[in-house]
């Protein structure tokens, strides 16, 4: 379980997250809201390359803002970014066995731990094949396979989904509900995509401005008049017509248009390019 209790983050006058108090529990569990909302934040604090102004983050019984970037991967943090961190010169092989390596998972089960996360996410390319020739699901499985190599304990995707059309979505649900079984690490998935969420996540919380507005099981999530209003502007009275979930549905679609209007990016997201954002998923923080 991760319990985080008045989470604040602030970049000089804009506060990112606003005293967020959330508890996840085991499986997979969504975290939502419109651009801008405080998501890729939060995942740069439970990374360790944002620090927070104030708040607590316990995950399984241990204090986790108390441990820097480096001993987190180590500890069992993985991730995933917006944008592929795969090395294209590299072996999808060796792209892999980076993140085992970092996390100090020892070099006697490494071949074994990276083919079984390669097998795992469905990637059928020979493991020395250079990264750079994958194709576009392929590398988005990659950037999984790095993620759940070893023994993580907390996986966190941000955005998997992104360019990915709908036939290639479904293998790519598939993958991520099966994570806590197959590594029994706890995996937070944040996608604008609610079809991926709902088929996902059993239960999903929702930030909007920094400040958490629901959370729950995700199906009743979606139809709360908050999280409606917080993607489409309208209170779910005034939505117009078509079920709730459809309302949601398309609300994660425009939130590029509508809280990206309102708010712009998300700092948290400059937090997390660059060499930083280069650490990828697991130890890459070392770099």
Known sequence: MIEVSGLTVRFG?????DGMSVAF???TCGLIGPNGAGKTTFFNVLSGFVRPAAGAIRAF?????AKPHFQRARWGVRRTFQTEQAIEELSVFDNVAMIHEHARMGRASRRADVLRALEFVGIT???AAPAGSLNARERRLLEIARAVVGRPRLV???EPAAGLPDEETAHLADVIRRIPE???ALTILVDHDMSLVSACCATTAVLDFGRLIAAGPTAEVLRDDNVVQAYLGVANGEAGTGSEHDKADSGGDRAGSNAGD???S???DKAGSGTDGRAGSGGDGER
């Open 156 to 158: 966190l995707l941000d």
């Open 266 to 268: 998300d700092p948290g």
């Open 182 to 184: 197959q590594t029994g």
């Open 25 to 27: 529990e085991s499986g």
């Open 262 to 264: 309102r708010a712009g």
């Open 13 to 17: 006058g804009v506060t990112s997250l």
């Open 125 to 127: 390319s020979a493991p």
């Open 61 to 65: 019984g241990e204090d986790l803002l």
